[in-house]
């Protein structure tokens, strides 16, 4: 990986949540690249392994460990490894998170039909508890490693926190509506804690990223035939710079936030990282 501009993180410890995805583990191996020590967390031991293993060969430094991010137990136990095996937290990633199919609706619009349609779902259909998981991964995923992380990290030199967001948090997209609300919910909470943290030295910033092919997306972007869906050719007719994010395009924005010397003074922020989705008006 060819990091966009170089910046110093020798020492620091870095904790990222749902560091063993397409974009989360690009971003941990970005941070050792930087010369941090990255801590991964997830739930899948092997994938876990996967993104350790391939930071280490590469002459990183980077640490795993297997968490529930609704345990606040089990988060508060891994923290203590953290602290003994490690050291402590200097900068919390929190980029857990993900959709839930039982809380996306089969159509973009309602129509008559669609009630009487047994097979589709209409989001009168919407499960409860799949709403309730998606929220907890995503609100309640944030708030708890903030909690057990961020009480360390009051009155260090330095200390960041940088939530994931999504572009839809503002602009809400059709068929998700919770995941939408989830996200909008990770925009207002990085506002929040902002203000919360901002006398003791803890900055709070996120980024939104628009469209980026990911495991958990691309059975709804990519046909079995390699060719993109109705839904992916939709999004690239909405994005004026007519592709899909690489993941490494994430890393100079995310750079710029966790480098005091280049960010000091900005906090509170969500930064869209989405090619002009959010711009365009579609006209």
């Given at each position: 990986?060819?990091?966009?501009?170089?910046?110093?993180?020798?020492?620091?410890?870095?904790?990222?949540?749902?560091?063993?995805?397409?974009?989360?583990?690009?971003?941990?191996?970005?941070?050792?690249?930087?010369?941090?020590?990255?801590?991964?967390?997830?739930?899948?031991?092997?994938?876990?392994?996967?993104?350790?293993?391939?930071?280490?060969?590469?002459?990183?430094?980077?640490?795993?460990?297997?968490?529930?991010?609704?345990?606040?137990?089990?988060?508060?136990?891994?923290?203590?490894?953290?602290?003994?095996?490690?050291?402590?937290?200097?900068?919390?990633?929190?980029?857990?998170?993900?959709?839930?199919?039982?809380?996306?609706?089969?159509?973009?619009?309602?129509?008559?039909?669609?009630?009487?349609?047994?097979?589709?779902?209409?989001?009168?259909?919407?499960?409860?508890?799949?709403?309730?998981?998606?929220?907890?991964?995503?609100?309640?995923?944030?708030?708890?490693?903030?909690?057990?992380?961020?009480?360390?990290?009051?009155?260090?030199?330095?200390?960041?926190?940088?939530?994931?967001?999504?572009?839809?948090?503002?602009?809400?997209?059709?068929?998700?509506?919770?995941?939408?609300?989830?996200?909008?919910?990770?925009?207002?909470?990085?506002?929040?804690?902002?203000?919360?943290?901002?006398?003791?030295?803890?900055?709070?910033?996120?980024?939104?990223?628009?469209?980026?092919?990911?495991?958990?997306?691309?059975?709804?972007?990519?046909?079995?035939?390699?060719?993109?869906?109705?839904?992916?050719?939709?999004?690239?007719?909405?994005?004026?710079?007519?592709?899909?994010?690489e993941a490494d395009e994430l890393i100079g924005t995310?750079?710029?936030?966790?480098?005091?010397?280049?960010?000091?003074?900005?906090?509170?922020?969500?930064?869209?990282?989405?090619?002009?989705?959010?711009?365009?008006?579609?006209?």
């Amino acid at each position: 990986m060819d990091l966009p501009f170089n910046i110093n993180l020798k020492d620091k410890v870095v904790v990222v949540t749902g560091g063993s995805g397409v974009l989360g583990s690009t971003i941990c191996e970005a941070l050792a690249k930087a010369g941090a020590k990255v801590v991964v967390l997830a739930r899948n031991e092997e994938k876990i392994n996967n993104v350790v293993e391939s930071i280490q060969r590469s002459g990183g430094q980077a640490f795993g460990y297997s968490v529930d991010v609704l345990d606040k137990t089990q988060l508060e136990e891994i923290h203590a490894k953290i602290v003994s095996e490690v050291g402590q937290c200097n900068i919390l990633i929190n980029g857990a998170g993900g959709n839930h199919p039982g809380a996306t609706t089969s159509h973009e619009r309602l129509s008559v039909e669609n009630l009487q349609d047994e097979v589709e779902q209409s989001f009168f259909d919407l499960r409860k508890d799949a709403v309730e998981n998606l929220f907890h991964l995503n609100f309640l995923g944030t708030l708890l490693p903030t909690q057990v992380f961020a009480k360390n990290m009051v009155k260090m030199k330095d200390a960041t926190i940088i939530n994931v967001s999504s572009m839809n948090a503002n602009q809400p997209l059709t068929k998700i509506p919770a995941y939408s609300a989830a996200k909008a919910s990770i925009s207002n909470f990085t506002q929040w804690l902002a203000v919360y943290f901002s006398k003791v030295g803890i900055r709070v910033n996120a980024i939104a990223p628009g469209f980026f092919l990911t495991d958990q997306n691309r059975g709804l972007l990519v046909n079995e035939d390699g060719e993109y869906s109705e839904r992916a050719r939709k999004i690239l007719s909405q994005t004026p710079m007519e592709r899909f994010g690489e993941a490494d395009e994430l890393i100079g924005t995310l750079f710029w936030l966790v480098n005091t010397k280049a960010s000091s003074f900005v906090n509170g922020v969500v930064i869209p990282i989405d090619g002009g989705f959010s711009a365009y008006s579609g006209v």
